[in-house]
């Protein structure tokens, strides 16, 4: 691809061009302005090359070499690169008239490339940094046979389909504009009836679990920030601070010191332990422009964040009871395929060797306990202590961080927290965060791309649609509605002078899960027709048993 783009635009330097997770994408300093246009040009020279099947040959070059090649062919982007190499000597890969820099492996020649798509272009900064030039990039992808790029063209179709963003729209759920401001939500009638069936469930089954619910401020004096270590070691996602009456305030990116100056406002005894603290705490923080992403990354957003405070020897029970909730939770979403990895200690990291050791393995038991598979990320584990993160997949097994347990002998230190032991001494406790879907924006971004917009019947904004076929059945729709509505289900009336088609249409855009038409049948015979979104009929029932079928699906969250 870098061959062909150099072929059309000579001109161009060349930055990175990684092979990625799902393909492929280079960054180019570019005179002209590539566009989506650009792309079957771009292909067609690229089938030259491959149609040409010249071999790739690689070229072992002493640094200062490789450093005058490319600073003779302008390319400063590579001299930047090769000055940043420790190794003695740097290869080079060479094909026709076209050379870079790279690590290899390649294939033997270009005529092995067999099916290969340019899907996008986009702007990216140099090493990623808003400071830095803007640059073009492509991406692409490429496979060893035709029918595989198939498929997987077909599968990034159902992808944009299922785009939140688009959805997002078209089922009127949630914007986001510059007048706001980027990566801050905007959540409509619609989308804040489904956030509110997610926290009714959420605060339900917290307090059932043994939580306690807590709610605390936006923001808190920079002083603490300072006292939790956030101010050195999360700087770089915190906004500046703000002054009142000659003091310094920050917004809050995490909720914890809150939680814990509500555990320290009195004495504890170890009777009280553990203690489950809870909070849809909104937080905010940092994100560059640049990875800013729908809901997925955002700049302000509602963890369900929860602080457990126990004893070291009450950790692996305690996490135990954390993953049984988290994956029931999970369930409950149309979750039931996840990956689960266990992170361990770091190379930089506080508390005592033998707390890291028990802690993991309180970790590593409550799994085993569960029988659950897991994997283990060697020193991946955050600097104040080891997690376990899991990571659910899609119906287009699409894999989204959600959940996390992370055990902390960080801020109990820092912020010393402590208990009234048996022996009327204090002792250090250990603190658990948790977080179930992670952020409330991203997991119902997630959810949106899950379930293509189609809700289950508990979430779904608007249940069942009542559409008139004439004026006539106005009032009898009416009546209808009136005692859906006393019943907690959400139902709404189409009663605009249209045709009945279109009704049915227009319910089916939204997704509403049931819709039922009156006509002069239904009001003689006093009952309902019921169809799916689908369009499979359900068939006629009484209004009563229509709400008792309602709602043993909406209890059962089916
Ligand atoms: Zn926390």
Redesign the pocket.
Known sequence: MAHAVKELFPDTKFAIGPAIADGFYYDFDCGHAITQEDLPRIEEKMKEIIKANKPFIRKDMPKEEALNFFQESGEIYKVELINEITEETVSIYEEGNFADLCRGPHLESTGKVKAFKLLNVAGAYWRGSEKNKMLQRIYGVSFPAKDELKKHLEFLEEVKKRDHRRLGKELDLFSMNDDIGAGLVLWHPRGAVIRRAIENFWLDEHCKAGYQILYTPHMAKLDLWKKTGHVDFYKENMYSPIEIEGLEYEIKP???PF?VSIFKSHLRSYRELPLRFAELGTVYRYERSGVLHGLLRVRGFTQD?A?IFCMEDQIEEEVLKVLEFTLFVLKTFGFSDYDIYLSTRPDKYVGTDAAWEKATGALEHALKKKELRYEVDPGEGVFYGPKIDIKVRDSLGRQWQCSTI?V?FN?PERLDITYRGTDSKDHRLI?I??ALMGSLERFFGVLIEHYAGAFPLWLSPVQISVLTISERHVEYCKRIIGSLLAAGIRADMDEENEKIGYKIRKAAVLKTPYMCIIGDKEMESNAVNIRKRNGENVGEMSLDNLTTFLKDEISNRR
């Open positions: 995490m909720n914890c939680h964040d602080h992370q902390d801020i603190m965060h948790r």
